[in-house]
Nanobody, 123 residues
Framework: QARLVESGGGLVQAGDSLTLSCTIS????????MAWFRQAPGKEREFVSALYWTSTGTYYSDSVKGRFTISRDNAKNTLYLQMNSLKPEDTAVYYCAAKSGWYSRSPHQYDYWGQGTQVTVSS
């Protein structure tokens, strides 16, 4: 049974940095796309960033490009999201997710999800 567990969220001020982690257990995700999504209160879950577990290439939404960096540590089976220059509009619950094959910006395409970690950015 695959399990994705996010950590690293918290309350920060605008301009601060935060790194989220997603630890994966129960299976390997070779040939899978891994992604970060976020969901603010009253809004739909939106794509943040993605990469492939066993190849290069990273993908970002326009709203975070240049501020956020997605990465992975294959040995630790962990996905990361480095978030710099945080803004109040980045406030949301952040989720990691996995799907087989090509990455997608639609949350409906993902098969595995973590429980989420709250990120709150004060102005």
């Amino acid at each position: 049974q695959a399990r994705l567990v996010e950590s690293g969220g918290g309350l920060v001020q605008a301009g601060d940095s935060l790194t989220l982690s997603c630890t994966i257990s129960g299976r390997t995700f070779t040939a899978y796309a891994m992604a970060w999504f976020r969901q603010a209160p009253g809004k739909e879950r939106e794509f943040v960033s993605a990469l492939y577990w066993t190849s290069t290439g990273t993908y970002y939404s326009d709203s975070v490009k240049g501020r956020f960096t997605i990465s992975r540590d294959n040995a630790k089976n962990t996905l990361y999201l480095q978030m710099n220059s945080l803004k109040p509009e980045d406030t949301a619950v952040y989720y990691c997710a996995a799907k087989s094959g090509w990455y997608s910006r639609s949350p409906h395409q993902y098969d595995y999800w973590g429980q989420g970690t709250q990120v709150t950015v004060s102005s």
